[in-house]
């Protein structure tokens, strides 16, 4: 853990090293199930959230009779049951594949999403996972930074070779507001032990504005969206 006291542990330090707890192999815990709910109250109430809906809202403005949407990294599945529910609030009809390469993590997902039939959990590898079809939306959420750059931009080449339309991607900005604001508020939450200690080595491994827009250069990607956004995000996008 970050100890607050000391300001040299707070200052930007991306480094690769052992996965996160959440990422490693284990049963299903109180623990990781209180995590997961963690990540999706984080999720909900500092952004990331809104910013999807907002940028659906501006993309899918003819309507299709369905959508197909594919989260990678999903986690607790908090982004695709955000998503099912704002397309319900518009009349719209979707699908989502949501990928995780935890077989424990897929499992308490699908758990968590009972009251969505329109999500489909399937445990895969991000860098490797395929379809025949395309997606309208190929979507990944605080999953970047685990990736080093060559696979990171790999992840990018792969997203929009998946996409027929539109491939959006956030995550944290690195930076000490970053790294003093994950800290602050996972512990004045009373965050679980894997949520607090994830949440700081996240924080310390999240890639700069300069260098997720260099990744996507390397990806390929000629032409892009890439903005900052509350609190402590970024996005990077396809234009529409």
């Known amino acids: 853990m970050i100890?607050?006291?000391d300001p040299e542990a707070i200052a930007p330090n991306r480094s690769e090293g052992e996965p996160e707890l959440m990422d490693r192999p284990q049963p299903i815990s109180v623990e990781l199930r209180h995590t997961l709910r963690e990540l999706e109250f984080l999720n909900r109430y500092f952004g990331?959230?809104?910013f999807v809906r907002r940028f659906l809202a501006e993309r899918w403005r003819?309507?299709?009779p369905i959508y197909r949407?594919?989260?990678l990294g999903t986690g607790g599945g908090d982004f695709p049951r955000a998503i099912?529910?704002?397309a319900r609030s518009e009349g719209i009809a979707l699908q989502v594949d949501a990928v995780d390469s935890g077989a424990t993590i897929v499992d308490l997902a699908a758990r968590f999403s009972i009251g969505h039939p329109e999500i489909r959990y399937r445990q895969g590898d991000a860098l490797?996972?395929?379809s025949r079809d395309g997606y309208d939306l190929v979507h990944c959420s605080l999953s970047l930074h685990?990736?080093?750059k060559d696979d990171a931009a790999e992840l990018l080449r792969r997203m929009r070779a998946l996409s027929a339309?539109?491939?959006l991607i956030t995550d944290l900005v690195q930076g000490w507001r970053t790294t003093l604001g994950v800290a602050l508020v996972n512990r004045l939450l009373r965050h679980e032990r894997m949520t607090i200690e994830d949440g700081d080595t996240s924080a310390r491994r999240a890639y700069s504005f300069d260098e997720v827009d260099e990744l996507a250069r390397q990806a390929g990607w000629a032409d892009f969206g890439h903005k900052r956004f509350p609190i402590c995000r970024q996005a990077l996008w396809t234009p529409q």
């Open 3 to 5: 100890p607050l006291s």
């Open 48 to 50: 990331g959230h809104r």
């Open 62 to 64: 003819r309507r299709k």
């Open 69 to 71: 949407v594919l989260d």
């Open 84 to 86: 099912v529910d704002w």
């Open 128 to 130: 490797t996972y395929d």
């Open 146 to 148: 685990h990736f080093d």
């Open 165 to 167: 339309s539109d491939v």
